[in-house]
Nanobody, 115 residues
Framework: QVQIVESGGGVVQPGGSLRLSCATSGIIFGLYHMGWYRQAPGKEREMVATITASGDTTKYTDFVKGRFAISRNNAKRTAYLQMNSLKSEDTAVYYC????????WGQGTQVTVSS
């Protein structure tokens, strides 16, 4: 049984920062790739960033490059998404994905960037 719980969302001003956390249990977290995805109202869920199981390789979609950083602490079974220089366009529900037995998803955490 795997559990995935995102946290850290909230309301921030443009240019602000936020760090999301993805806490997992029920798996050996360090064995599985993971990623962060987001979905805004009326839009499809889109990939934001991915990271390999060991954390040695990361990928980002163009609209967050240079602003966001994905990381993980396998001992804590937790992944993170550091978001800097936030824009209103980053407003969305952010979901944590773990590539375990296909795709496993958390419930999401709301990020709102507003002035």
């Amino acid at each position: 049984q795997v559990q995935i719980v995102e946290s850290g969302g909230g309301v921030v001003q443009p240019g602000g920062s936020l760090r999301l956390s993805c806490a997992t249990s029920g798996i050996i977290f360090g064995l599985y790739h993971m990623g962060w995805y987001r979905q805004a109202p009326g839009k499809e869920r889109e990939m934001v960033a991915t990271i390999t199981a060991s954390g040695d390789t990361t990928k980002y979609t163009d609209f967050v490059k240079g602003r966001f950083a994905i990381s993980r602490n396998n001992a804590k079974r937790t992944a993170y998404l550091q978001m800097n220089s936030l824009k209103s366009e980053d407003t969305a529900v952010y979901y944590c994905n773990v590539r375990y037995r296909g795709d496993q998803w958390g419930q999401g955490t709301q990020v709102t960037v507003s002035s």
